[in-house]
């Protein structure tokens, strides 16, 4: 199996410290840790910045051919603030390197060997990253959209077209909300909006996660939901991230989709559990969690 993540590569700038993020990056970190073929296609400014996250990639040997650099523009950088639930908010600065990322051959080949491409919205919001996004997306073999909102960094229209696009759409349930508000669709129902939203775009597998409570998806005309694992919140970083490569990695292996739902709630709940989005879970830690939890 071989999944290619595209998008943004970025320090996540805390109060006390700071730490290597971007969505994209801890989809693809995670499902590197989980001894799966990932790849990351991105571009860095040539810093100390640009410099330390190769580095930091290197280190744990996932590969770096993918990554491009910038003598222009920085390596990008995001403020982290955590409010009394832990619950994280990002000020996103621009334009930054990930913002210039250009189609190649390389990225083409890279795109067509991966059984799965995953993305988010975020990278869509500077023409030149846009353009090479769709670009792949015409060459994909399975697309996965992760919605990932961040107003003022998207807009509607590039939003319908990446959900018409994907094979795989996942939204949080504040997203949910959000885009069905944009689509005007009007359901009372949790499970009505998520149909609708599948209806709306041609889009057989839907996956909502809704923090503490666990998430519902949607995959093959059939719900399957988890009601959440009970942990004390250290920070919600990465936590969607994890998710989204367990579940994603999980259906493509062909696991059942219950059990896949299962395992990625356990995963995503041990990374809020936990400082940081890309802290290793072994495969034993992950069944001795889920578990305890019974």
Known sequence: MKITCFGEVLWDIFPEHKKIGGA???????????????????RIGDDILGKDILRYIEERGMPTHTFQKDSMYKTGEVQVLLDKENTATYTINKPVAWDFIVCTEALRDEVKQADAFIFGSLAGRNEVSKKTLLQLLDIANYKVLDANLRPPHYTVELLVELMNRA????????????????????????????????????????????????????????????????????DTVGAGDSFLATLVSELIKGSLPQA??????????MVA??????????????????????
Request: with cysteine; net charge neutral; aromatic share 10%.
């Open 260 to 269: 896949a739902i299962d395992y990625a709630c356990a995963v995503g709940a």
């Open 24 to 42: 994209p990056l801890n989809v693809a970190l995670r499902l590197h840790t989980m001894g799966i073929n990932s790849s990351m296609i991105t």
């Open 167 to 234: 094979n795989f759409i996942k939204l949080n349930d504040e997203e949910l909300d959000e885009i069905c508000t944009h689509f005007d669709i009007h359901k009372s129902s949790f499970i009505d909006k998520i149909s609708a939203i599948a209806s709306y775009t041609s889009t057989n597998h839907v996956c909502v996660t809704r923090g503490g409570k666990g998430a519902t998806l949607y995959y093959k005309n059939r719900f399957y939901h988890n009601n959440g694992y009970k942990i004390k919140v250290v």
């Open 273 to 294: 559990a936990s400082e940081g989005a890309n802290t290793v879970f072994t495969q034993k830690e992950v069944m001795d969690f889920m578990t305890s939890q019974m």
